[in-house]
Each structure stands twice: as structure tokens, then as C-alpha cells.
């Protein structure tokens, strides 16, 4: 080959890794339609993977722009599920047919309509991967058993799929405290907030949410800016609201809008006996009481949204109790 042939190959290759962008990149196949997608997944043998997100969701955005690009997690999708990407806002039907009101969702379900994770999007690509990998693993080793266990659906979309039920024994996990041992938990809980020193005159208050409206957040789901002249103290810490009446709301029943346990990860206080401060943005409401929870980190936020029933019930026992006993009669 001449100098000039060359130059032209090595010219022309180069221009195709530009317009290619360099790397082969893989492309997660996402359906639009959940009866196509059910569909092929029963032809091809193959799980479900119905990815849930809406609007204004940050961590949505950021699992388009971070693990949804990664071409590992594309190749695990594709060669064990058929993926659904579903908009919760123009969908809600679906959203409400499969439990899910938190964003991103990912929901792995059978051909026959059985759930077998339902869970908070995994940010991390590896650990997204280990999600699918996990039930597809579960689906390989007891698909006999989940086949005759489970009646046949003709169509995804038309069945109720309640969410994963609790395992009767969860590894690395205790039960919540009994009834009785509620009140040194409260004592602790106590501990967190802040009280003014004897014979000084009241500290300046630490910021309840970094400054966002707790009534935006529980009535509308979003987080809005509260107004620094709008401002309530409750339980050491200072609220602020985004108008009047959300300001008002609150002061009529501030319980409903306050973290629970002030913002402590329930799922470190429980488990660990640590007090541990949540992080806003690992944060979500339960879904039978509508009241705001915060955690230290995904792998809490995770496990608290899969199985929140453990927490619910002894962690409002928990705050009651530490009301009661900061604010005595």
C-alpha cells in the first residue's frame, strides 16, 4: 500500500470514530406499549422490566445521563428482559396498578404477572446490574414453581400485581423494637433536637429540610422554597413555608408535616440503634400514612421503600412519644 493509500484509510477511519462518537456504544430498547412488550417478552422468554418516571425527577434525569448509559447495563437488560419505559404522568393506571409512587421505579415482573422486585432505581451502574442479575437468577432457579403457583394473565395491564410481599426472615435485618422500649427511644430521639441552654437566651434554630416547604412537599410532591419571613419552630427547628396557608397548615397539625423521628434514618435507628441524620435527597413518603422519611443513603432509602410496614407503625409510636415528653402538660 502506497504512503497515500494509507493516509487515506487512517483519514477515513478516523472520520467514522468521530461521527460514531469513538466508542460502540450499547442502546437499552425500550417499549412504549406494555401489551408488545408483554408480548415479547412471552415469545422470547423473558422477564419484564417496567421502568416508572415522571416529570421534575432529578434522579430520574440522573439515571438517563449516568447507568442507562453505560453499556453494561444495556447488555444485562437485553439479554434477560424486555424493558418498559412508562411516564407515572401519563400513565397512572398503570403506576397505580403496580404500587408505584415514588420515581425512578423499576418493577421486574413475570409474563404471568407476578412481581418479583419492586424497588427504588439503583443510581449506581454496577448495582443496577446486580438488581437484574438477582431475579434473573430467582426466576432461573424457581421458574417450575412460579409457573404452577401462579394463574396465567392474557394481559399485564389488566391485573392488580399487589407489591412484593416480606419474606417471613430478612438477613442482616432486625425487627423493630417491641411497644415497651418505645420510650428510651424517644429519649434518644430527644437527644437530636436541639434545646436552649438554661439561663441563655434561645439559639439560633437549625434549618428544618434546607429551607424548603414541608406542606409543598407533602400535599404536591414537590420541593419548593420557603419564604425566610414564613417561618415556624417546631420540635428545635425552624420550618419555613412557601405561603400563608402553608404556613398555617402546619401550625394546625405539625406532626403531619414533620420528618418522622425529626429526619432520622429510621432504618439505622431501628437496626443499628444509631442516630444517624437523613439526607433530603434520599428521601420518600409511605405510602399508608403519607408521612416524610429522610435516610443516609440509597441502600436504606431502598430497603425502608420495600419494606416499610417493618418501620411505620413503631416510628409514629417513637415520635408521639418524643413529642409528649418535649412538650409535657
Known sequence: MTNLARY????????????????????????????TAHAQAQAEGKLLLLHFYDDNCVWCDRLEKGAFQDPSVAQAIQQNFVAVK???????????????????????????????????????????????????????????????????????SEVAVPPASVPAKTAAFTMPPAAGQT???????????????????????????????????????????????????????LYLFSDQLAKDKFLANPESYTPMLNGIDVVRFFEERK?????????????????????ADEAALNHFYNYHTRYTEAAMTVMAKAIQDSNPK
Open 8 to 35: 487515506h484509510t487512517t483519514l477515513v477511519f478516523a472520520l467514522l470514530l468521530v461521527a460514531t462518537g469513538g466508542v460502540a456504544r450499547a442502546e437499552i430498547t425500550w417499549q412504549s406499549q406494555l401489551k
Open 86 to 156: 412508562i411516564h407515572a404522568g401519563t400513565n397512572p393506571a398503570i403506576a397505580s396498578t403496580f404500587k408505584v409512587s415514588r420515581f425512578p421505579t423499576d418493577v421486574i415482573v413475570t409474563t404471568q404477572a407476578q412481581v418479583l422486585s419492586h424497588t427504588v432505581s439503583p443510581q449506581e451502574p454496577a448495582r443496577y446490574i446486580a438488581m437484574l442479575e438477582q431475579q434473573a437468577a430467582t426466576l432461573a432457579s424457581n421458574k417450575s414453581s412460579i409457573a404452577a403457583a401462579t394463574p396465567p394473565a392474557t394481559n399485564v
Open 183 to 237: 420510650a428510651a427511644i424517644a429519649a434518644s430521639v430527644r437527644k437530636s433536637v436541639p434545646q436552649a441552654e438554661s439561663g441563655s437566651s434561645s439559639p439560633t434554630p437549625e434549618m428544618a429540610m434546607d429551607g424548603f416547604c414541608p406542606v409543598s412537599l407533602v400535599e404536591m410532591d414537590r420541593w419548593v422554597e420557603g419564604d425566610p419571613q414564613l417561618g415556624a419552630i417546631h420540635l428545635g427547628r
Open 275 to 295: 442516630i444517624v441524620q437523613g439526607n433530603r435527597e434520599w428521601g420518600l413518603k409511605d405510602p399508608d400514612h403519607n408521612r416524610m422519611y429522610f435516610f
